[in-house]
């Protein structure tokens, strides 16, 4: 019980770091916290889908990367894909954010 904790902890960390890099290259999302927790979930929604992709394209049937190219071709994979989602998130509510508050 206490490692997948840890686990979800540590990917949590990851991600924050991620959306405090990726968001500090566009100036619209910049101090916007909403932003932020909204790269972070689109980030593990991202990654949770790639992995189901990946896993069923490259995996065995036991759901295993047998060779060090797939693990490097998922983790390389995986990196992107969650920037690339969280990135996508927080430019979508930023927009829907501005929007709302625009026309109040």
Known sequence: MLLPALGFLI???IALLMARLAL???RALRPN???TLVFVASAFLGAILFTL???AVV???SNTLQSKAAVVGYIFGMFVTSVSAGWGGAKVFAIVWS???QNS
Do not use: Q, S
Request: proline share 0%; aromatic share 12%; no cysteine.
């Open 33 to 35: 916290v909403g932003a």
């Open 59 to 61: 995996a065995d049937k």
């Open 53 to 55: 992709a990946y896993t």
């Open 11 to 13: 990917g949590l960390t």
């Open 24 to 26: 500090r290259f566009d």
């Open 99 to 101: 929007g709302l508050h």
